[in-house]
């Protein structure tokens, strides 16, 4: 089968409606990201809250392979977490780097960041961590030009953080590619979903785009706030758990893993998307 790419593009992309051989049809929206078979000279490209600058290229090499007789009708990834792990590899190392920069002899390892994170905003997190654990000397003592300080390292972060992008860095998790290459491979539309905020809406809109049942789709989440918003939407979901989300709440998931996984450590794979609708099926 001749070698493919997926192209997910912004403001505006195409998209396929509900038959397999479809025309592309435009339409726009800032958290929604729709796949179609294209030549392999192009690339795949994502820009979102990761992410609003995530630029990533990979080729994906489609392949025919034995499945069951069910297959979904779409896959839907969320982004952050389960595409790239973004925070652990991405932002946190170029906050770290930002400091080295600056000099400041701070290091936030993957166990702090973690517990970082549960503070929303950059900006924010630095400022909570050094009013926790005192300013760097090299830091200025009045407020407003602390203000100015925490935003000039931000600025330094999201720059070093680009970079990491642009220069395709950052690795996709395992087995991400494998199993977009074999949906592809059988027609099963695919898309990324990511927004910070109603996520169940995000997903409803996925499947009304591609033309296609919420039941018959299938999310990979990382989440508990993202399995709860494909269970609200009406959908399968399984979750690959990242390493900032392995201690949630996972019960109401169809399937849980550390990862999807390449061979010889696969977790599971399309086949096994097709078998948990045939369950949903047959219940």
């Not at 592809?184 to 898309?191: D, Q, R, S, T």
């Not at 049942?213 to 399984?238: F, N, Q, R």
Request: aromatic share 8%; charged share 25%.
């Amino acid at each position: 089968m001749a070698s493919t790419a997926i192209s997910l593009s912004l403001p505006t992309f195409p998209s396929s409606s509900s038959t397999v051989k479809a025309k592309p049809s435009i339409f726009s929206h800032p958290h929604l990201f729709i796949a179609k078979n294209v030549p392999s000279s192009s690339l795949f490209s994502s820009s979102t809250k990761i992410t609003k600058q995530i630029r990533t290229a990979f080729k994906i090499k489609c392949s025919s392979a034995s499945f069951s007789n069910t297959l979904p009708s779409a896959l839907l990834f969320d982004c952050d977490g389960v595409l790239v792990d973004t925070e652990k590899d991405g932002h946190r190392v170029s906050f770290n780097d930002t400091f080295n920069e600056k000099e400041l002899g701070v290091t936030w390892g993957v166990d702090l960041y973690g517990e970082l994170l549960k503070i929303g905003g950059g900006k924010e997190r630095m400022t909570a961590y050094f009013n926790k654990t005192g300013w760097p000397d090299k830091a200025p003592k009045s407020e407003e030009e602390r203000k100015a300080f925490i935003a000039s390292l931000h600025k330094r972060k999201t720059e070093l953080f680009m970079a990491l992008i642009e220069n395709r860095l950052l690795p996709l998790r395992p087995g991400v590619a494998k199993l977009i290459d074999q949906a592809l491979g059988e027609g099963v539309k695919v898309a990324v979903c990511s927004t910070s905020n109603e996520k169940a809406a995000i997903y409803t809109l996925a499947a009304n785009t591609l033309g296609v049942e919420p039941s018959s789709c299938v999310v990979v989440e990382d989440s508990a706030i993202g399995l709860a918003a494909a269970k609200a939407a009406g959908m399968t979901c399984i979750v690959t758990k990242s390493g900032y989300t392995a201690d949630e709440d996972f019960l109401n998931a169809d399937a849980v893993f550390d990862c999807i996984g390449d061979p010889p450590e696969e977790r599971f794979d399309l086949a096994f998307c097709g078998s948990l609708l045939e369950k949903q099926y047959v219940s």
